[in-house]
């Protein structure tokens, strides 16, 4: 089994350092008045494609050998992982096809688009997802999936790094969680550099796969999924790294979508 290790996450928060933009913690006076804590953001929604998935996507292409990255990727996704593989496979001189839900907002597919991807659009997520995986079988591409890779969450924990440097007191990371990724990587990085730090996952109320199926102890998928917050809209968490969440996860909390 690949492994998360401490040596992977420096090599990924090297290897990022590439394509993403410095984004430093922004402490917020009024959530720190409202909570009585210090509390700071980081600003991933300042990166070039507006979201931190381009860490993922560029490390994970990284990783590729020359044969892999020669057959072109594939992936699926409705909008933050599509832009953040585009942009990433075109740095690295890569083909890459992107499978988009065809409810995607025009915006997102032209993003992607103008990143030089090719856009396919066909069903709900899921659908799309399973689309992705049968052109890969077909047309022989490499798939990068959106979540459930380790080498894509090695790279997304680059930002835990990031954090520690710049605030090495930090006691409480909050993640928010779709398929998981994101909060693998963060949370197991956390906890190799200093186990007191403790991570908390944050699910939208109607998309909360991640907390019901650490209640029954493994993967479950949802009936259905009901949330504004469309990057978190999962109905299935990853299987690859449900054991890293279930190890270094302290607690997951949901919001409804009013609040």
Do not use: W
């Not at 990031?162 to 090495?168: D, Q, S, T, V, Y």
């Not at 054991?243 to 302290?250: A, F, G, H, L, R």
């Amino acid at each position: 089994m690949e492994e998360l290790t401490l040596e992977k996450f420096e090599e990924a928060s090297e290897i990022v350092k590439e394509v993403t933009l410095e984004t430093k913690l922004v402490y917020s006076e009024y959530f720190s008045a409202q909570t009585g804590n210090k509390v700071y953001f980081k600003p991933e929604n300042m990166q070039y494609t507006g979201a931190y998935k381009v860490r993922g996507a560029y490390y994970k292409i990284s990783t590729l050998t020359e044969e892999e990255k020669a057959k072109g990727l594939i992936t699926a996704s409705a909008g933050n992982h599509a832009q953040g593989v585009a942009y990433a496979a075109k740095l690295a001189g890569v083909k890459a096809t992107v499978v988009m839900p065809t409810t995607t907002p025009l915006i997102k597919v032209n993003r992607t688009k103008g990143y030089g991807a090719e856009v396919v659009l066909a069903g709900v997520f899921d659908e799309a997802c399973a689309y992705a995986y049968k052109l890969a079988d077909e047309h022989g591409y490499t798939f990068v999936h959106p979540f459930d890779d380790l080498a894509v969450a090695t790279g997304q924990g680059s930002i835990a790094m990031e954090i520690i440097k710049e605030l090495p007191t930090v006691d409480y990371i909050l993640v928010p969680i779709g398929g998981g990724g994101l909060c693998t990587g963060v949370s197991t990085l956390a906890k190799l550099l200093n186990p007191k730090i403790k991570v908390i996952g944050v699910e939208p109320a109607g998309a909360n796969c991640m907390q019901e199926s650490l209640k029954e102890g493994h993967v479950l998928t949802l009936p259905q999924v009901n949330t504004i917050a469309d990057g978190t809209a999962v109905k299935r968490p990853g299987e690859k790294l449900f054991p890293y969440i279930q190890q270094n996860v302290d607690d997951i909390i949901t919001i409804e979508d009013s609040e």
